[in-house]
């Protein structure tokens, strides 16, 4: 079942390198009303930044594309970022969820997903192929006392 969200939002954009920083940015605007650190606000963004670029890189290496960002407010400070795209999709998500496997080129470190479970306590991942790529992230911040 379904936690009800305390608050959410939902943007939609294209598959293109600048649009990045704008999600990066959102989800900081967003995460905003949880009152995070500085370090959990650098992780939330570095995470974002990670599954958006995994989407435009591999989701959509030819074409331009819709990418989906979900963030949601859950019950107890939990923060709940949705990546999805409707691309190319992963055969074997295990093996993309190894450190240093990458679809990308030499350019690319294959980091990605390792970052996105370093900085978030929770990463899902589905995917079809030939239908496109779902990334689930949560992350439980710190209550602090208000002065």
């Not at 998500?93 to 450190?99: G, H, L």
Request: aromatic content about 4%; overall charge positive.
């Amino acid at each position: 079942m379904r936690t009800k969200a305390v608050n959410e939002v939902t943007l939609e954009f294209p598959s293109q390198s600048r649009n990045e920083g704008f999600a990066r940015s959102t989800v900081a605007c967003f995460a905003a009303q949880l009152d995070p650190t500085l370090n959990e606000l650098e992780d939330i963004k570095t995470a974002v930044s990670e599954a958006v670029t995994n989407a435009i890189v591999h989701g959509y290496p030819d074409a331009i594309g819709d990418i989906l960002l979900k963030m949601r407010v859950l019950p107890g400070n939990v923060l709940e970022l949705t990546v999805k795209d409707h691309g190319r999709g992963i055969p074997d998500v295990e093996k993309a969820r190894q450190p240093m496997f990458t679809t990308g080129g030499e350019e690319r470190s294959g980091m990605g997903f390792t970052i996105m479970e370093s900085f978030m306590d929770k990463v899902a991942v589905r995917s079809t192929v030939n239908r496109g790529t779902t990334v689930v992230m949560k992350k439980k911040l710190a209550t602090r006392v208000k002065k």
